[in-house]
């Protein structure tokens, strides 16, 4: 990868932008996890699970990082090719906004044992620093009860609801909007 180029690392996995030689791995993440991922997430077409959506758009999302506009991330496990989930800062807007929607998912067999909370522990603060944000956004569909914990834990404060905001899975559904300054974030962080 590019030497500027964001790659975080715990202990347990490697956060980064995905490379042609990832293409493989990233079919294989959406495709086993197809069932599980579609309640939160919009209709996909058949193209969306092939080599070639995906060897264009690997290529897209690195563009996109260095005009600014995304930065859409893969969390792989440490060591190995093998995707794991996915953190996207999507709709970065700068002037007076300074922000972005941040957006993630997680395999079903890694659920429940702090993958998302530790990646986002990374991540974030990237943001702030590095991406120069001041404030993060988030939308939860309500009875997504463990996003919106997840969210809380990581000091995300409710702002609202959002009626049928988002297509999710061919429905316009109601959403709960969160967000994160970094103001809040540095008072977290430093207690």
Known sequence: M???????VSSRFCVRLGELADVAAIVQYYT???????PYEPIRSAVFYSQWYWSNEVEARVQQFYADKSLRLFIFERDRRQIIGVV??????????????????????????GY?????????????ENLKLRRITAAYMPHNTRSGKLLQRMGFRIDGRAHHYLQ??????????????????QSQTES
């Open 116 to 128: 998302m909370s530790e990646a986002l522990s990374l991540v974030l603060p990237y943001a702030f």
């Open 168 to 185: 999710i899975n061919g429905r316009w559904e109601d959403h709960i909007l969160t967000s994160l300054v970094k103001s809040a974030w």
């Open 88 to 113: 996207n800062f999507n709709c970065i807007v700068r002037g007076f906004r300074q922000s972005a929607s941040l957006g993630y998912s997680l395999a079903a067999d890694k659920q429940g044992q």
């Open 32 to 38: 086993a996890n197809q069932a599980h991922l579609q």
């Open 2 to 8: 590019g030497s500027n180029l964001p790659e975080l």
